[in-house]
């Protein structure tokens, strides 16, 4: 891997554990959902990358895995607003107030002469960010009976802010009343059903998602651990690779610009877009004050400009 694409931030330094890092993929078939094929996924040919790194010096808990996207637009306004706060809370929406809500252009679909709602409906919702990072392993483990051994990261809870679990709640919708969105296929390709559907108020890793960013460039909590130390050594870690096709609608025509860049770069980004941090490391930095001042050096400006302009015109005229 280049050098210039990893960054590593120790105070100490182990000498015998600072390799550069590398990675390789392969083809794999994986599941998602139940066991039984007439319910969950069943198996999927999928690309799995795996990552190999070091780990110069010990670091305590809490270990934060976050990864990051760049070129998506999070904040662009047509997507920002296209989810329904009434759907995501529980309510059982009907297929004529999601069609004409934010949600456009995913709100409701026909299936068999029936209009149903997509559940959940809106961009947002459907650009879910969905690889699967596993665990890192530790690999040839010392003074152990080991060979290999795994650290454990939980990304089921504790990685969403407690207030974002209060949107959500469990849907009042009969299943076969709603449709499946078009990137959710993958995971439900025989649509929803009361033994396998989505579990939003237990979906951490979709509420961090929905708790959109302020800038094209952004860092996600994925898993974490909070009690054990990830000591020196080396590691490797197992990415599943499940980008989903651009989406069969139209989009304004920013918005679908970005979102092609982000489908064609996304598995390089996944292959060395990746963090781990100590807890006090891990916290997304603020924008820049003296960006801030500039901005408003130039709205002054802007200000002063016009009145000068207007100050003139009401000379002339006099």
């Keep these: 891997m280049p050098s210039d694409l990893v960054t590593m931030h120790f105070n100490n330094k182990d000498s015998t554990h600072n390799d550069a890092p590398t990675w390789s993929r392969k083809q794999v078939n994986v599941s998602y959902g139940p066991d039984d094929p007439l319910i969950g996924s069943g198996p999927i040919e999928t690309t799995r990358c795996t990552l190999q790194f070091s780990i110069p010096s010990n670091m305590t808990g809490p270990v934060l895995f976050y990864y990051?996207?760049?070129?998506?637009?999070?904040?662009?306004r047509r997507y920002a607003k296209s989810f329904n706060t009434d759907q995501l809370s529980g309510k059982a929406v009907s297929a004529g107030s999601i069609h004409s809500?934010?949600?456009?252009?995913?709100?409701?679909?026909?299936?068999?002469?029936?209009?149903?709602p997509y559940y959940p409906c809106g961009l947002a919702p459907n650009s879910v960010f969905n690889d699967t990072f596993y665990s890192p392993v530790l690999l040839n483990v010392q003074g152990s009976s080991e060979t290999n051994r795994t650290y454990y990261m939980e990304n089921k809870t504790n990685i969403a802010w407690s207030s974002d679990g209060d949107l959500y709640g469990e849907s009042k919708y009969n299943w076969t009343d709603v449709a499946v969105p078009p990137n959710w296929i993958t995971?439900?390709?025989?649509?929803?059903?009361?033994?396998?559907?989505?579990?939003?108020?237990n979906d951490a890793q979709f509420q961090v998602w929905m708790r959109l960013a302020g800038l094209?460039?952004?860092?996600?909590?994925?898993?974490?651990n909070d009690t054990e130390a990830m000591a020196i050594g080396t590691y490797s870690v197992d990415i599943d690779h499940r980008a989903s096709p651009f989406p069969p609608f139209p989009l304004p025509r920013n918005l679908s610009n970005q979102t092609n860049r982000l489908q064609r770069n996304r598995i390089r980004r996944h292959e060395i877009h990746h963090h781990i941090h100590t807890h006090h490391n891990g916290r997304q930095e603020p924008l820049p004050?003296?960006?801030?001042?500039?901005?408003?050096?130039n709205l002054h400006r802007s200000r002063r400009a016009l009145h000068s302009h207007a100050s003139d015109q009401a000379s002339q005229v006099g």
């Design 289 to 297: 004050r003296h960006r801030i001042r500039g901005r408003r050096r």
């Design 187 to 201: 995971r439900y390709p025989n649509g929803y059903s009361n033994e396998y559907h989505p579990d939003l108020v």
């Design 216 to 224: 094209p460039t952004f860092s996600k909590l994925y898993q974490r």
């Design 68 to 76: 990051k996207l760049t070129n998506f637009y999070q904040n662009h």
């Design 101 to 116: 809500s934010d949600c456009t252009p995913l709100t409701t679909v026909t299936i068999d002469g029936v209009d149903k």
